[in-house]
């Protein structure tokens, strides 16, 4: 399968970046792209954030992580559960995972299918029409991986002392990629 420019597959422990080695990053992807195994952790090591869409699982131990399934991986207007997370949780990790075919890239064309949804479970017309106009330009993206890697600067920027990184899970195979910066 050809890999997007910019990713790079992880398929044996010598693809991990020598930065992540020893963080809760090199964990991540050992256990769900190298079958590492699934031995309940301590405490929490790592915030993850990612789609809420419903074709992804993370093969993670118990107690591992702390999950945000958020729209796109986006976690714009999440800050409060995130920084939750950071200050009570104690994580220093932050894992922003994207993945291919998310509906929120090409949002704006879905507008017919989101009125006629939003009627069936008892809005009206105008008023679906209007929320989605207020409401489709904060969630939608463009690309995946670009986007991920936004995210990734401004949570930086946010929040100086923890390590954020950013990945991009593939339906296609269910593994995670590398995202390049
Ligand atoms: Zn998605």
Redesign the pocket.
Known sequence: MMLEVGLQAVNRTEDIPLEYIGTPFERLLCFHNLGAPLERCERAELLIGM???NRKVLRTPENFAFVLRT??ANLRHNEFRVSYALSIGGVRHIALIA?TN???VGLSRKLPAFVQGMIEVGWNEQEAREYFFQYAPFFEIENEADFVRLETKRLREKYPNVQIAPFLYQLEDNRLYLVEE
């Open positions: 789609c809420m869409d729209t796109g993945h998310c509906g929120m």
